[in-house]
Structures are given as C-alpha cells and as structure tokens.
C-alpha cells in the first residue's frame, strides 16, 4: 500500500455536466477527508467521514456537491451541474485511528477543469 | 476576517540563514496547530505539530506557539534550497489552512 490514491488525476468537462472522484485511502486508515484547493490558495476543508459515517459537511459546500463512503473503505466525491468556479485540484486525505489528530496523508490530488 | 491568516509571501532568504514563517489564527478556543509542506505541483505533507505554549523543536525547524496573541510561527534554521516550498499553517484537528507563505531560499 503505496498512499492515497486518487482517480482520475485530471478531469476536463463541461459547464454543466457531472463529474465523480474517486479516493482510495491508506489501508486501516479509519478517516477520510475531502479538500478543495485553488491556486494561490490553501487547501479549503469540504467534509469528512469517520468509517461510512459524514460526520461534518461545510456550510461553503453547496447542494451540487455530495459524497459517500459506503462501505467504510474507498469515497467518491460527486459533483452535479459544474460551473466555472468549480474549476480546483480535489484532494483527498485520510487518517488511522489512534494516530496524531490532524496528521493527515494526503494524495496526489483530481485536478478539475470547467469549460 | 479569515480564521488562518498568513503572508504569501514568496520570502526569500539566502542558503544558511533563518527562515521565520508566521501565522494567526481567530478562534481563541483553537486547541492544535499545524505546519504542513506542499512543493509546487505536489500535495501537503505534515512537517510540525504544537499543542502548548511556547517552542517546539524537530532538527531545523521549531514551532513556536503564543495562544494569548492567536499567533503561530515556524522557524527553518541552515535553510536549505531544497526547503523551498509553501508552508501552510493549519488549525484545529480537521485542519483549517491559511493561504500559505512561499518560502524560496536562494544558493
């Protein structure tokens, strides 16, 4: 188990259209975390789960936005309708229980591109 | 007024020198404190962690903590050309980032 992996790592569509990521975390890794990043900007928190259970969604977030983590393991991150803003890298992190809170492992990112 | 304020910098130091990073935060109840890396095109990666008052040392750097003042900072002793990088000062366990301080250390 090499990290956190993250599908795809660049994504191109349409104003309009739906666009899904994928996150596979570290193995046993029991948290998982969703970022947003522009460029210039630090990372911007969206939501995380503990288990299968979202446990805190930003109020920044809007209703377009949904993710799921069904079965405790990997999460998708969907986004419907995307508009230009849209346009970030999406990161996603995860955490083992027991470690340091707030040492988060991170991958390589989905960079996404709104037309 | 952000909750992770810090200056973007780039800050520019010579090889060798000290590299002093700062950072303030709003929420008076912030109990953690963060300082993670990320290189250009790459993701973060944690490098400090401080939880009390005062100084924090791991080798080169040492984080220092004032909680009276909601101020952070990070200093990078014999900095390095390979220490160029953004630093991210991030609060409270789920992590709230500032913009990041680009660092750029210079032979």
């Known amino acids: 188990d090499t990290g956190v992996s993250q599908d795809p790592r660049h994504k191109i569509t349409k104003r309009g259209q739906n666009v899904t990521f994928r996150c596979d975390p570290i193995s046993e890794h029991n948290r998982l975390y969703w970022y947003r990043q522009t460029l210039g900007q630090g990372p911007e928190f969206l939501t995380y789960f503990q288990n299968e259970a979202q446990l805190e969604k930003s109020r920044l977030l809007s209703d377009r936005f949904s993710a799921e983590r069904p079965k405790g393991s990997f999460s998708t991150l969907e986004i419907q309708r995307t508009e230009q803003g849209d346009s970030a890298m999406y990161l996603c992190?995860?955490?083992?229980?027991?470690?340091?809170?707030?040492?988060?492992?991170f991958g390589e990112g989905s960079r996404l591109t709104v037309l | 007024q952000k909750e992770v304020e810090q200056n973007s910098g780039p800050l520019s130091v010579p090889e060798g020198a000290i590299a002093s990073l700062n950072c303030t935060y709003s929420d008076r109840g912030s109990q953690s404190f963060f300082w993670y890396r990320q290189y250009s095109g790459k993701s973060p990666e944690l490098i400090m962690f401080i939880y009390s008052n005062g100084d924090k040392e791991d080798g080169r750097f040492t984080a220092q903590l004032n909680k009276a003042s909601q101020y952070v900072s990070l200093l990078i002793r014999d900095s390095q050309p390979s220490d160029s990088a953004t630093y991210l000062c991030?609060?409270?366990?789920?992590?709230?980032f500032g913009t990041g301080t680009r660092l750029q250390v210079f032979p």
């Open positions: 992190a995860s955490s083992f229980p027991g470690g340091l809170a707030g040492e988060l492992f």
């Open positions: 991030a609060v409270n366990d789920k992590l709230i």
